[in-house]
């Protein structure tokens, strides 16, 4: 996935090589749990439009949508980035 790529380039510029893998290594846990269904999670607000999940994972929301039993995961967004458009934007991108 392109974002985990993008987060892990920037927390390497930022931090250097053990925490860009520290954290990645902890957003692809999240993930593997959320699959699992191993975490608490939220619905996505209805008035969003979108049919789908979140939670919370460090500094980031991963977003994910539940299709035919299989968790799809379709955003990771970093809390301070606006979320209510970029959600939109990802779930309709998602095929």
Do not use: N
Not at 56 to 74: E, K, L, M, P, Q
């Amino acid at each position: 996935m392109a974002q985990l790529e993008d987060i892990y380039d920037y927390t390497f510029r930022r931090w250097g090589v053990k925490q860009a893998d520290t954290y990645s290594d902890s957003l692809l846990d999240a993930i593997e749990r959320i699959a699992a269904r191993q975490v608490p999670w939220r619905a996505v607000a209805a008035d969003i439009g979108v049919d789908g999940y979140f939670c919370r994972s460090g500094a980031h929301f991963i977003y994910w949508r539940v299709s035919d039993g299989t968790v799809r995961v379709v955003a990771i967004l970093h809390q301070q980035m606006h979320q209510l458009d970029r959600v939109r934007q990802a779930f309709a991108d998602e095929p």
